[in-house]
């Protein structure tokens, strides 16, 4: 069996461990009718995730008219977010190979996380409705420290090394928002090149690169072990 370096494996959510699109895609257009602007692709939402509902909301009205005021903007924001948790788990699965990965994983003893910039209690929802939750030791959003300290800040990443108990850490992300945070938080990332890549894979800037979850075991065992904190 190929063994795991690390004791803690962080995951980043939309776009790395789950295929949220198809249901981000509905609560923006949802939104975005609202405003009486068309829809948008899903193929295009794929590129707006990663920083949260706000930057997400923010460039589908960019893409079908440009801004609105900062009121509207809230009112908008807030029946994304109402229609999203309503129906947070309609289309959303897990990336493929990822049941197998997240139970090899779980055989060696390694813990697991999520540290993602969606809100906590729509990431707590999402892996409770798909029958995730149990898998994870800690569950933080980008809203769990408060404004200004999301991802590609290092903050979350600190919070996930003190509450997975220390020892060698790593993450895995499809953005630039992970690869810069673990990067700042001294970690290795393994990106993924099926997520919801805001540069071409090979530019994110990860440690290593996986292409599916068939191979993320033995690319955590041929990447260099960080000590956590480091």
């Known amino acids: 069996m190929t063994r795991v370096p690390f004791a803690l494996v962080g995951f980043d959510l939309d776009g790395t461990l789950l295929d949220t699109h198809g249901d981000l895609a509905h609560a923006v257009n949802h939104a975005l009718a609202h405003e009486g602007r068309p829809a948008v692709l899903f193929a295009d939402v794929r590129a707006m995730v ?23 903007f809230e009112v908008l924001h807030d029946m994304l977010l109402a229609y999203y948790e309503a129906n947070i788990a309609v289309e959303t699965r897990l990336f493929p190979g990822g049941e197998a990965m997240l139970g090899a994983m779980a055989a060696q003893g390694v813990k697991l996380a999520v540290v993602t910039n969606k809100l906590e209690r729509l990431a707590v929802k999402v892996l409770t409705e798909l029958g995730l939750s149990d898998r994870f030791v800690t569950v933080i959003g980008g809203d769990t420290l408060g404004p200004g300290r ?14 997975g108990g220390g020892g060698p850490a790593a993450y895995v992300g499809d953005s630039t ?3 810069r945070a673990a990067a700042a938080a001294g970690l290795p990332c393994v ?11 090979a530019e994110l800037g990860a440690t290593a690169l996986i292409d599916h979850f068939d191979e993320l075991v033995p690319t955590l065992a041929a ?5 956590a904190g480091r």
């Open 50 to 72: 990663g920083g949260g509902a706000r930057k997400m909301l923010a460039k589908a009205l960019n893409a079908t008219g440009g801004p609105v005021d900062a009121l509207r």
């Open 150 to 163: 999301a991802k590609p800040h290092p903050d979350l990443l600190h919070l996930m090394l003190e509450r």
């Open 177 to 179: 928002y992970d690869t």
């Open 191 to 201: 990106g993924v090149s099926f997520g919801f890549n805001d540069l071409p894979a």
């Open 223 to 227: 990447i260099r072990s960080v000590p």
